[in-house]
Every structure is written in C-alpha cells, then in structure tokens.
Nanobody
Framework: QVQLVESRGGLVQAGGSLRLSCAAS????????MGWFRQAPGKEREFIAA????????YYGDSVKGRFTISRDNTKSTVYLQMNSLNPEDTAVYYC???????????????????WGQGTQVTVSS
C-alpha cells in the first residue's frame, strides 16, 4: 500500500520560509519522479515542482521559480520543498505526488501522477 505523508505546514509571515517534507512508503521510492502541487480555494491544482529519480533534473512552475527548491533523499524515501520569500499568494494546500512510471503526460500536469498525499495547509499572512 503506497502512502505519502506530508509534514505539517503552518502559518508564516510574508517574506518568511518554510520547508515541507513528504515521506513515502510502500513503493520503490528511488524509481519515481516526485512532484509537489498546490491548490488554493476555488482554483485548480497547480504544479509547483518535480524532481527526477536521482538528484535531478528539477522542474519548477513559473510562480515559484527562484523561490522554491525541491530535493530528495532516496535513503529516507523523502522529498522536500524548501519555500523562501513566501507571499500571501502562496497560501494553499500543498500535495506531494508520485509520477507514474512511463507516463506520457507532461511532468507539469496533474494527469501524470498516480499517488497523492493527503495535503498540508500553508498559510502566508501579509
């Protein structure tokens, strides 16, 4: 049984930083590209970042490029999202996900991912 468990998010002031983690179990973690998405109320789920099976390559959404960094530790079956220079527009529920092996969908799209965490709330106050 595949499980993805995100760390607790939280409330942070604008300009602050937060690191999320996502621990995976029940799968061969190092074989999967991992991604982070977010969803704000009334909006579609948005691609944030993804990282290939090794230490890269890394992909980022335009809204977070230069501010967020994705990384992974295959020895711990964990993927991380370091978020810097947060602003209120970053407020959302953040999800980690595994990209389906052999998926023909773009790494940037929800369709390419098969397992999802439960999500964690990140709130940025102005």
């Amino acid at each position: 049984q595949v499980q993805l468990v995100e760390s607790r998010g939280g409330l942070v002031q604008a300009g602050g930083s937060l690191r999320l983690s996502c621990a995976a179990s029940g799968l061969s973690f190092s074989s999967y590209t991992m991604g982070w998405f977010r969803q704000a109320p009334g909006k579609e789920r948005e691609f944030i970042a993804a990282i290939g099976t090794g230490v890269g390559p890394a992909y980022y959404g335009d809204s977070v490029k230069g501010r967020f960094t994705i990384s992974r530790d295959n020895t711990k079956s964990t993927v991380y999202l370091q978020m810097n220079s947060l602003n209120p527009e970053d407020t959302a529920v953040y999800y980690c996900a595994t990209r389906s092996i052999g998926s023909g969908s773009s790494v940037y799209t929800v369709m390419g991912y098969n397992y999802w965490g439960q999500g964690t709330q990140v709130t940025v106050s102005s």
